[in-house]
């Protein structure tokens, strides 16, 4: 009897057991499934009185470690704890980093976001970063919050690069983010590939050889002749070209490709045919291979961050930390990337958010010295007026160039009037769809084909 | 009286202890199954982070998914590149199966491959694929070497390649596989009575007679199994074209199997088409089964 009633027992262990698992997962399935969050006058309430006393734990979602090494590096009042977790006073500050790489990041927020509203206290969001690729998005919703409800006037803002802000403007023109970086981009070119097939390094003579994409193919015949590649692959030149165009990936709902992107496959074939590039990713290893001497490659082109953040400039032996690259305009003007601050909504740490943006953002001297440490690019208008004219600065890694005058200029005529919420999926699967192209396998239309199918299986809203 | 209701009390704890095996297969596998199917008639989507649907559209996924008519090429992927692997495998595994198995060999260390040709499954696939990524890359160590070799003049791109991306793949299958396979088939063999081998050699059969005329017809059925095995296992094959060619089963989608195009549908959690492409994966998966079982399992002098 006992026997029995012990099995029984444990019998029924098992079996509620079971049924407490997938309790917890229905009713999590429920919560993820919650329309967006009610901001109801309670919220709004609740928001004022958490301001009043600020939540123990800050949680930062982001896609690599520039934001956290630009907060370690210049947030005042900062300490780090380990890799994943720092110190603001009494705040734990918790770093939840996951790859940007076939929308892992965006995947990993979405949930986490749409789960913000039933989310304990310490487990919500309170800052997330992200890409003018995909700012729409995020800012287009009720999931971020606004920055004039954080506490910051447009007087706060006005040093600001307009483009800057209008990434992160809202379909109702409200202000949704804040970015301490501008990035309008330039061209890198090695040094000692131009002296020795050009003649010069002076960057005002180079831009000769690549004023337009006409000189700056037949710069690449020249470069070949030499035994160098023009550029590490095809798609170097990518965001040139489209950041470009005069229209939309997206029109009502149809997917179009622009002129100038077509201009793109066009002259981009012509370079893969005659070996004067190579089809390698961005971020492979082929494709790194040019940041030293033996990569043979002439230029790159990229924003600010680029040279800072992945050149190899602090690795011997590459061209970077010998200071072998110089900077040009090249043939178009185009801006990379750039890193957005927002507030999650239902965050209870209002005043540190505030006081992170404010710092890193208009804080005039702490923005300074990111540009001197760093090489960034930030975005202050006047200071960046006055370091470009100031003599004293100049890039390490630039063989002592100072840029910034080429960068304000360049960050004054960034248009991003045809951004789209669609961008990062339509860039990235055309690239991977014109390699089968340029290489051979598949004529051009059969390459567009792959394209538009790959699109409508990201988007399924999308036609063609 | 009482003997009876005791036997009766057995039976009853024989269904108890069933209880957790059918409570996990109920949960896990079989509701799954059905939302499943049902999931396969809604329109059901995430833009953004707006959820589109779920809403009633009848067949019209199946109809998306048939009208492209690329779910026939990712069938047709996958089953070549089962084949490619299918068949060196079983080959390989047969012979170091017999050989491992024969006693009058006397292999010496059979002990140590037997664990050696099982260690490549032991790594996971995706660190396997990121090997051979590496590897085969255009300036990875296979190409500096075939260059210095002086086989080629110029970096082969094994990855831009139909026939090179597919035999890399089968090759990788095949090296994770064929100590499974290999085991599976030595455990097969040797359940074979070792008289009927003994009598085969009395009788004056020479090695290659006892493999043909004993061992393969006695081990039809753990060939049956291991067929069907490798077959489902091979049609729901992911990890390493996943991981080889970055999710995006290039060139041309030669290398895109039907499971990475589940999963292409998932990006946008569209569990409408996912579902559809699922009950299709899984009404193949029922009938090649059937076909294989009907074809091999069907032998009278197995009776």
């Not at chain 1, 035994?227 to 170097?236: E, H, Q, R």
């Not at chain 1, 291979?289 to 002439?298: L, R």
């Not at chain 1, 002592?400 to 840029?403: I, K, M, R």
């Given at each position: 009897m006992r026997k029995k009633l012990l099995s029984s027992l444990l019998a029924l262990t098992m079996v509620v057991t079971m049924f407490a698992g997938c309790g917890g997962g229905s009713g999590t399935q429920t919560s993820g499934d919650s329309q967006a969050p009610s901001t109801t006058s309670a919220e709004k309430q609740e928001e004022v009185a958490a301001t009043a006393e600020e939540g123990k734990v800050l949680n930062i979602y982001c896609w690599n470690e520039e934001f956290k090494s630009r907060v370690t590096a210049h947030y005042p009042g900062y300490s780090e704890v380990d890799a994943t977790h720092g110190k603001i006073g009494d705040i734990d500050v918790v770093w939840n980093i996951t790859p940007n790489k076939d929308n892992a990041y965006q995947n990993n927020l979405d949930e986490t976001l749409l789960k913000q509203d039933s989310a304990a206290a310490d487990d919500k969001i309170d800052i997330f970063l992200v890409e003018a690729d995909y700012a729409l998005k995020y800012v287009d919703t009720p999931y971020t919050m606004a920055?004039?409800?954080?506490?910051?006037?447009?007087a706060d803002l006005a040093?600001?690069?307009?483009y800057t802000k209008d990434v992160v403007t809202d379909s109702n023109g409200v202000l949704k983010g804040l970015s301490w970086q501008g990035c309008p981009g330039a061209l890198f070119y090695n040094r000692e590939v131009a002296k020795e097939v050009l003649g010069t390094d002076d960057p005002a003579e180079v831009q000769k050889y690549l004023s337009d994409w006409d000189t700056f193919n037949k710069t690449a015949e020249t470069m070949k002749a030499a035994?160098?590649?023009?550029?590490?692959?095809?798609?170097?030149t990518y965001r040139t070209y489209s950041n470009n165009?005069?229209?939309?990936?997206?029109v009502d709902g149809k997917v179009v490709i622009d002129d100038n992107i077509m201009k793109w496959v066009e002259d981009s074939k012509k370079l893969v045919d005659g070996k004067m590039t190579g089809t390698a990713d961005l971020w492979s290893d082929d494709w790194s291979?040019?940041?030293?001497?033996?990569?043979?490659?002439?230029c790159y082109f990229g924003p600010a961050w680029f040279i800072n953040?992945?050149?190899?400039?602090?690795?011997?032996?590459s061209i970077g930390y010998n200071g072998g690259w110089a900077a040009t305009e090249g043939p178009q003007g185009f801006f990379w990337g750039g890193t957005w601050i927002c507030a999650a909504t239902g965050t209870d740490n209002v005043e540190t958010i505030k006081d992170i943006m404010l710092k890193l953002t208009t804080d005039e001297s702490i923005m300074k010295e990111i540009v001197v440490q760093d090489d960034d690019f930030v975005n202050n208008k006047p200071a960046m007026e006055a370091m470009a004219a100031d003599t004293s600065y100049s890039s390490k890694v630039l063989g002592?160039?100072?840029?910034l005058a080429m960068y304000c200029a360049g960050a004054g005529k960034i248009?991003?009037?045809?951004?789209?919420?669609?961008d990062q999926g339509c860039n990235e699967e055309f690239q991977k769809a014109m390699k089968n192209y340029f290489e051979g396998n598949a004529t051009l239309d059969e390459a567009l084909d792959i394209f538009y199918k790959a699109v409508t299986e990201k988007y399924p809203d999308l036609s063609y | 009286m009482k003997k009876r209701s005791k036997a009766v009390r057995y039976n009853k704890w024989g269904y108890i202890f069933l209880i957790p095996f059918f409570l996990v297969y109920i949960v896990f596998q079989l509701i799954p199954l059905f939302t499943t199917i049902y999931n396969s008639f809604f329109e059901n989507y995430r833009s953004g982070l707006t959820q589109i649907g779920p809403n009633f559209v009848g067949l019209e996924n199946y109809k998306t998914l048939f009208s492209g008519g690329d779910i026939w090429q990712y069938a047709k992927n996958t089953m070549v590149m089962w084949l490619m692997c299918f068949i060196p495998q079983i080959l390989l595994s047969l012979i170091l199966g017999a050989w491992f198995s024969?006693?009058?060999?006397?292999?010496?260390g059979s002990r140590f491959f037997k664990t050696a040709i099982y260690l490549?499954?032991?790594?996971?696939a995706s660190a396997f694929s990121m090997l051979f990524f590496t590897l085969f890359s255009e300036g990875g160590p296979i190409n500096s070497l075939l260059l210095q070799i002086g086989l080629i003049d110029e970096p082969f791109?094994?990855?831009?390649?139909v026939w090179s991306s597919r035999s890399l793949i089968a090759f990788m299958n095949l090296l994770m596989w064929f100590g499974n396979t290999t085991i599976l088939l030595m455990a097969g063999m040797m359940g074979i009575d070792t008289s009927l081998f003994e009598a085969a050699e009395v009788d004056g059969a020479t090695s290659t007679q006892t493999f043909f005329k004993i061992t393969l017809p006695l081990l039809r059925p753990i060939l049956v199994y291991v067929m069907v095995t490798s077959l489902i296992g091979g049609l729901q094959m992911f990890d390493v074209p996943q991981i080889l060619t970055d999710g995006s089963g290039e060139p041309m989608r030669s290398t895109m199997t039907l499971i990475m195009f589940l999963n292409k549908h998932l990006y946008s959690k569209n569990y409408g088409m996912a579902g559809a492409l699922s009950v299709i994966l899984f009404i193949i998966t029922a009938i090649l089964s059937l076909v294989v079982f009907k074809v091999t399992g069907n032998d009278k002098r197995k009776a």
């Open positions: 920055v004039s409800d954080l506490g910051i006037t447009d040093n600001q690069f307009q035994g160098y590649y023009m550029t590490a692959t095809v798609n170097d165009v005069s229209s939309k990936w997206v291979a040019g940041f030293y001497p033996d990569g043979k490659v002439f953040f992945s050149m190899a400039a602090d690795v011997e032996g002592g160039q100072n840029p248009d991003l009037s045809n951004l789209s919420a669609y | 024969d006693v009058r060999l006397r292999l010496k490549p499954n032991l790594i996971m791109k094994f990855f831009s390649h």
